[in-house]
Nanobody, 126 residues
Framework: QLQLVESGGGVVQPGGSLRLSCTTS????????IGWFRQAPGKQREGVSC????????SYADSVQGRYIISTDKAKNTVYLQLNSLKPEDTAVYYC???????????????????WGPGTQVTVSS
C-alpha cells in the first residue's frame, strides 16, 4: 500500500544538474519523514538528505550541502531532490525512503527507514 518510486536520474556532465522525483502513494506526507540516500558501486548506502513532511525541516550530508536541495509538493505527493554542481563522486543509485514520523522529526540513517523505492541511476561523467 505504501509505495515510493524514484525518477529523474540520468547521465550528466560534471557541473550539471538533475532533479530527482520521489512519487509516493498510500500515506500522507505530513505524517512521514522522507529521506534520500545513494549507493555507489562497491560502497554502502549513505544518507544524502531528509525532510520532515510536517514542517519542512531538512538536513543534508556534508558532501552535498550547498549543492542539493530537498523539497516537497504535497499536492502531488512528491518529494524532490535537486542536484546541482554535480561531481563524478555523486554517481550512484539514488533512493527515496519513508518512515512514520512525529512533527518535526528527521531521520538520517538507512536503518531509520522501512519503506524504500527501487532507485534511479545518476551518472556524472564527461
Amino acid at each position: 500500500q505504501l509505495q515510493l518510486v524514484e525518477s529523474g536520474g540520468g547521465v550528466v556532465q560534471p557541473g550539471g544538474s538533475l532533479r530527482l522525483s520521489c512519487t509516493t502513494s498510500g500515506f500522507r506526507l505530513d505524517d512521514y519523514a522522507i529521506g534520500w540516500f545513494r549507493q555507489a558501486p562497491g560502497k554502502q548506502r549513505e544518507g544524502v538528505s531528509c525532510i520532515s513532511g510536517s514542517d519542512g525541516k531538512t538536513s543534508y550530508a556534508d558532501s552535498v550541502q550547498g549543492r542539493y536541495i530537498i523539497s516537497t509538493d504535497k499536492a502531488k505527493n512528491t518529494v524532490y531532490l535537486q542536484l546541482n554542481s554535480l561531481k563524478p563522486e555523486d554517481t550512484a543509485v539514488y533512493y527515496c525512503a519513508a518512515r512514520f514520523a512525529s512533527r518535526g522529526s528527521i531521520y538520517q540513517k538507512t536503518s531509520d527507514y522501512n519503506s524504500w523505492g527501487p532507485g534511479t541511476q545518476v551518472t556524472v561523467s564527461s
